[in-house]
Protein backbone atom coordinates (compact mmCIF):
# COMPACT_ATOMS: atom_id res chain seq x y z
CA UNK A 1 0.00 0.00 0.00
CA UNK A 2 1.63 2.91 -1.33
CA UNK A 3 1.76 5.89 1.91
CA UNK A 4 3.00 9.39 0.79
CA UNK A 5 4.54 10.10 3.69
CA UNK A 6 6.82 6.82 4.31
CA UNK A 7 7.63 7.18 0.28
CA UNK A 8 8.95 10.59 0.86
CA UNK A 9 11.22 9.28 4.08
CA UNK A 10 12.36 6.69 2.17
CA UNK A 11 13.46 8.57 -0.49
CA UNK A 12 15.63 11.36 2.15
CA UNK A 13 18.60 8.64 1.92
CA UNK A 14 20.73 9.45 -0.89
CA UNK A 15 22.36 6.31 -1.31
CA UNK A 16 18.49 4.91 -1.24
CA UNK A 17 17.57 7.65 -3.51
CA UNK A 18 20.56 6.68 -5.93
CA UNK A 19 19.04 2.70 -5.72
CA UNK A 20 15.83 3.82 -6.72
CA UNK A 21 16.85 6.48 -9.71
CA UNK A 22 18.65 3.06 -11.29
CA UNK A 23 15.22 1.57 -11.73
CA UNK A 24 13.67 4.23 -13.88
CA UNK A 25 14.54 2.56 -17.41
CA UNK A 26 13.29 -0.98 -16.31
CA UNK A 27 13.51 -3.79 -13.97
CA UNK A 28 16.71 -4.61 -12.61
CA UNK A 29 18.44 -7.64 -9.92
CA UNK A 30 20.31 -6.45 -6.75
CA UNK A 31 23.35 -7.31 -8.59
CA UNK A 32 23.34 -4.63 -11.14
CA UNK A 33 21.94 -1.64 -8.58
CA UNK A 34 24.60 -2.66 -6.34
CA UNK A 35 27.43 -1.86 -8.91
CA UNK A 36 29.39 1.10 -8.57
CA UNK A 37 27.67 1.99 -5.68
CA UNK A 38 29.99 2.50 -2.16
CA UNK A 39 28.12 0.42 -0.31
CA UNK A 40 27.73 -3.75 -0.33
CA UNK A 41 25.29 -5.74 -1.73
CA UNK A 42 23.76 -6.25 1.38
CA UNK A 43 23.25 -2.73 2.43
CA UNK A 44 21.61 -2.45 -1.10
CA UNK A 45 19.38 -5.32 -0.47
CA UNK A 46 18.11 -3.71 2.91
CA UNK A 47 17.78 0.01 1.23
CA UNK A 48 15.20 -2.16 -1.09
CA UNK A 49 13.59 -3.46 1.52
CA UNK A 50 13.02 0.28 2.60
CA UNK A 51 11.88 0.84 -0.69
CA UNK A 52 9.63 -1.76 -0.52
CA UNK A 53 7.94 -1.49 2.54
CA UNK A 54 7.19 2.61 1.46
CA UNK A 55 5.24 1.17 -1.93
CA UNK A 56 7.95 2.48 -4.45
CA UNK A 57 9.38 -0.72 -5.61
CA UNK A 58 7.93 -4.08 -6.24
CA UNK A 59 10.20 -7.33 -6.86
CA UNK A 60 9.21 -10.49 -8.37
CA UNK A 61 11.57 -13.63 -8.38
CA UNK A 62 13.36 -14.57 -11.64
CA UNK A 63 15.45 -17.90 -11.37
CA UNK A 64 17.50 -17.62 -8.02
CA UNK A 65 17.45 -13.46 -7.60
CA UNK A 66 14.88 -11.56 -7.37
CA UNK A 67 13.93 -8.84 -9.99
CA UNK A 68 12.97 -5.06 -8.46
CA UNK A 69 11.28 -2.31 -10.41
CA UNK A 70 9.15 0.81 -9.91
CA UNK A 71 5.91 0.75 -8.32
CA UNK A 72 3.78 2.85 -10.22
CA UNK A 73 1.11 3.18 -7.62
CA UNK A 74 3.75 4.07 -4.97
CA UNK A 75 5.16 6.55 -6.96
CA UNK A 76 1.95 8.55 -7.95
CA UNK A 77 1.00 9.41 -4.37
CA UNK A 78 4.10 11.08 -3.98
CA UNK A 79 3.57 12.89 -7.35
CA UNK A 80 0.24 13.65 -6.28
CA UNK A 81 1.39 15.25 -3.20
CA UNK A 82 3.93 17.55 -5.13
CA UNK A 83 1.08 18.34 -7.68
CA UNK A 84 -0.96 20.40 -5.34
CA UNK A 85 2.27 23.07 -4.29
CA UNK A 86 2.68 23.66 -8.72
CA UNK A 87 -0.93 24.03 -9.06
CA UNK A 88 -1.48 26.52 -6.03
CA UNK A 89 2.09 28.42 -7.22
CA UNK A 90 0.78 28.96 -10.82
CA UNK A 91 -2.45 30.28 -9.30
CA UNK A 92 -0.65 32.69 -7.48
CA UNK A 93 1.62 33.66 -10.73
CA UNK A 94 -2.08 33.79 -12.80
CA UNK A 95 -3.39 36.35 -9.80
CA UNK A 96 0.38 38.32 -10.01
CA UNK A 97 -0.46 38.51 -14.39
CA UNK A 98 -3.55 39.82 -14.09
CA UNK A 99 -2.91 42.11 -10.84
CA UNK A 100 -0.59 44.14 -13.79
CA UNK A 101 2.31 44.61 -11.40
CA UNK A 102 5.30 46.04 -12.60
CA UNK A 103 7.93 44.55 -10.66
CA UNK A 104 9.42 41.92 -12.93
CA UNK A 105 8.71 37.96 -12.26
CA UNK A 106 11.50 35.87 -11.73
CA UNK A 107 9.83 33.19 -14.30
CA UNK A 108 12.14 31.97 -17.30
CA UNK A 109 10.69 29.93 -20.20
CA UNK A 110 14.18 29.13 -21.67
CA UNK A 111 16.44 31.56 -21.46
CA UNK A 112 14.10 34.25 -21.64
CA UNK A 113 12.99 36.44 -18.91
CA UNK A 114 9.02 37.00 -18.74
CA UNK A 115 8.11 40.49 -17.62
CA UNK A 116 4.95 42.29 -16.50
CA UNK A 117 4.48 43.41 -20.23
CA UNK A 118 4.91 40.31 -21.99
CA UNK A 119 3.20 37.96 -19.02
CA UNK A 120 0.16 40.07 -19.93
CA UNK A 121 0.02 38.52 -23.55
CA UNK A 122 0.63 35.05 -22.07
CA UNK A 123 -2.68 32.53 -22.31
CA UNK A 124 -3.67 31.54 -19.11
CA UNK A 125 -3.42 28.03 -20.39
CA UNK A 126 0.53 28.56 -20.85
CA UNK A 127 2.85 25.37 -20.19
CA UNK A 128 6.40 26.47 -19.45
CA UNK A 129 8.27 23.76 -20.44
CA UNK A 130 7.27 22.79 -23.89
CA UNK A 131 4.62 20.60 -24.86
CA UNK A 132 4.55 17.38 -25.77
CA UNK A 133 4.75 16.21 -29.11
CA UNK A 134 1.30 14.12 -29.92
CA UNK A 135 0.33 12.68 -33.36
CA UNK A 136 -2.90 10.16 -34.12
CA UNK A 137 -3.03 7.83 -37.30
CA UNK A 138 -5.98 5.59 -38.00
CA UNK A 139 -4.52 2.33 -39.59
CA UNK A 140 -6.15 -0.28 -41.37
CA UNK A 141 -5.26 -3.30 -39.15
CA UNK A 142 -6.26 -5.09 -35.34
CA UNK A 143 -4.69 -3.43 -32.26
CA UNK A 144 -2.72 -6.69 -31.87
CA UNK A 145 -1.49 -6.60 -35.58
CA UNK A 146 -0.69 -2.72 -35.40
CA UNK A 147 1.19 -3.58 -32.21
CA UNK A 148 3.18 -6.69 -33.76
CA UNK A 149 4.15 -4.62 -37.07
CA UNK A 150 4.82 -1.71 -34.81
CA UNK A 151 7.42 -3.45 -32.13
CA UNK A 152 8.77 -6.56 -34.13
CA UNK A 153 8.77 -5.47 -37.73
CA UNK A 154 10.02 -1.88 -37.10
CA UNK A 155 13.02 -2.36 -39.61
CA UNK A 156 10.34 -2.66 -42.69
CA UNK A 157 8.47 0.70 -41.87
CA UNK A 158 11.37 2.69 -40.32
CA UNK A 159 12.54 5.33 -43.15
CA UNK A 160 16.13 3.82 -43.19
CA UNK A 161 17.75 7.34 -43.62
CA UNK A 162 17.08 8.68 -40.07
CA UNK A 163 20.05 6.46 -38.08
CA UNK A 164 23.15 6.62 -36.19
CA UNK A 165 25.91 4.29 -37.64
CA UNK A 166 28.28 5.01 -39.46
CA UNK A 167 27.56 2.70 -42.61
CA UNK A 168 23.34 2.03 -43.90
CA UNK A 169 20.98 0.33 -41.24
CA UNK A 170 20.51 -3.49 -41.67
CA UNK A 171 18.08 -4.10 -38.89
CA UNK A 172 16.04 -1.94 -36.00
CA UNK A 173 15.63 -4.15 -33.03
CA UNK A 174 13.40 -3.93 -29.76
CA UNK A 175 13.37 -6.90 -27.30
CA UNK A 176 10.09 -7.62 -26.29
CA UNK A 177 10.26 -7.12 -22.71
CA UNK A 178 10.47 -4.04 -20.13
CA UNK A 179 14.10 -2.70 -19.85
CA UNK A 180 15.10 -4.67 -23.43
CA UNK A 181 17.29 -2.78 -25.11
CA UNK A 182 16.20 -0.78 -28.64
CA UNK A 183 19.17 -0.65 -31.32
CA UNK A 184 20.09 -0.43 -34.50
CA UNK A 185 22.73 -3.18 -36.39
CA UNK A 186 24.40 -1.43 -38.84
CA UNK A 187 25.57 -3.71 -42.15
CA UNK A 188 29.67 -2.67 -41.38
CA UNK A 189 28.16 -5.15 -38.36
CA UNK A 190 28.37 -1.59 -35.92
CA UNK A 191 25.95 -1.70 -33.10
CA UNK A 192 24.19 1.53 -31.92
CA UNK A 193 21.92 2.29 -28.90
CA UNK A 194 18.78 4.21 -29.20
CA UNK A 195 17.22 3.77 -25.69
CA UNK A 196 15.10 1.08 -23.76
CA UNK A 197 11.60 -0.45 -23.03
CA UNK A 198 9.84 1.02 -20.27
CA UNK A 199 6.72 -0.58 -20.92
CA UNK A 200 5.62 -3.64 -23.27
CA UNK A 201 1.94 -4.04 -22.86
CA UNK A 202 0.27 -6.05 -25.79
CA UNK A 203 -1.61 -5.26 -28.17
CA UNK A 204 -1.95 -1.60 -26.38
CA UNK A 205 0.66 0.47 -24.69
CA UNK A 206 4.37 1.09 -25.73
CA UNK A 207 6.60 3.24 -23.82
CA UNK A 208 10.07 3.74 -24.62
CA UNK A 209 13.29 5.43 -23.27
CA UNK A 210 14.80 7.70 -26.02
CA UNK A 211 17.68 8.01 -25.69
CA UNK A 212 19.29 11.01 -27.59
CA UNK A 213 20.57 14.20 -26.31
CA UNK A 214 19.84 17.40 -28.41
CA UNK A 215 22.66 16.84 -30.71
CA UNK A 216 21.09 13.27 -31.71
CA UNK A 217 23.45 11.21 -29.97
CA UNK A 218 22.90 8.17 -27.65
CA UNK A 219 23.54 9.07 -23.80
CA UNK A 220 23.34 6.33 -21.45
CA UNK A 221 22.74 8.91 -19.06
CA UNK A 222 19.43 11.13 -20.77
CA UNK A 223 16.52 10.34 -22.14
CA UNK A 224 12.81 11.56 -23.20
CA UNK A 225 9.78 9.32 -23.03
CA UNK A 226 8.00 8.39 -26.11
CA UNK A 227 4.66 6.46 -25.14
CA UNK A 228 2.26 5.02 -28.09
CA UNK A 229 -1.39 3.27 -27.60
CA UNK A 230 -3.46 1.12 -29.91
CA UNK A 231 -6.38 1.55 -29.73
CA UNK A 232 -9.46 -0.50 -31.47
CA UNK A 233 -11.53 2.06 -33.29
CA UNK A 234 -13.83 0.30 -35.33
CA UNK A 235 -12.26 -1.85 -38.37
CA UNK A 236 -9.24 0.42 -37.79
CA UNK A 237 -7.40 1.08 -35.09
CA UNK A 238 -6.19 4.39 -33.69
CA UNK A 239 -2.39 4.70 -33.21
CA UNK A 240 -1.72 7.94 -30.64
CA UNK A 241 2.08 8.68 -30.25
CA UNK A 242 3.75 11.23 -27.40
CA UNK A 243 7.02 12.41 -27.26
CA UNK A 244 6.75 13.94 -23.62
CA UNK A 245 10.65 15.54 -21.12
CA UNK A 246 11.34 17.64 -24.59
CA UNK A 247 12.17 20.44 -21.50
CA UNK A 248 15.19 17.99 -20.96
CA UNK A 249 16.95 19.29 -23.99
CA UNK A 250 17.30 22.53 -22.20
CA UNK A 251 18.00 25.42 -24.92
CA UNK A 252 17.43 23.46 -27.39
CA UNK A 253 14.08 22.49 -26.00
CA UNK A 254 12.13 24.10 -29.03
CA UNK A 255 14.29 22.97 -31.82
CA UNK A 256 14.05 19.60 -31.07
CA UNK A 257 10.53 19.75 -30.99
CA UNK A 258 10.24 21.15 -34.31
CA UNK A 259 12.23 18.57 -35.69
CA UNK A 260 10.22 15.74 -33.78
CA UNK A 261 6.87 17.44 -35.02
CA UNK A 262 8.04 17.94 -38.51
CA UNK A 263 7.68 15.53 -41.55
CA UNK A 264 10.91 14.15 -41.14
CA UNK A 265 10.00 13.66 -37.52
CA UNK A 266 7.16 11.37 -35.94
CA UNK A 267 4.72 12.89 -38.73
CA UNK A 268 6.43 11.00 -40.94
CA UNK A 269 7.13 7.75 -39.61
CA UNK A 270 3.84 7.60 -38.59
CA UNK A 271 2.83 7.85 -41.76
CA UNK A 272 5.06 5.09 -42.71
CA UNK A 273 4.07 3.05 -40.67
CA UNK A 274 0.82 3.20 -42.35
CA UNK A 275 1.58 2.76 -45.58
CA UNK A 276 3.66 -0.10 -44.79
CA UNK A 277 0.43 -1.58 -43.12
CA UNK A 278 -1.53 -1.06 -46.31
CA UNK A 279 0.96 -2.28 -48.51
CA UNK A 280 1.20 -5.48 -46.53
CA UNK A 281 -2.81 -5.74 -46.53
Not at 73 to 102: C, H, K, M, T, Y
Not at 195 to 208: H, I, M, N
Not at 225 to 252: C, P, Q, S, Y
Request: charged letters at 30%; proline letters at 6%; aromatic letters at 8%.
Amino acid sequence: MANKDRAIAALADPTRRAIFERLRLGPLPVAAMARGLPVSRPAVSQHLKVLREAGLVDDRAEGAQRIYRIDPAGLGAVRAWFDQFWEANLGSFRAEVEAGREKEISLTAGDRLITPQKARRIPMNLQIKPAPVRKTIAVDASPSRAFEVFTSRMIRWWRPEHHIGLSPMKELVLEPRVGGRWYEVDEDGGVCEWGKVVAFEPPSRLVLAWQFNQDWKYDANFFTELEVRFIADGAMTRVELEHRNLERFGDKAEEVHAALDSKDGWTGALAAFAAHIEQAT
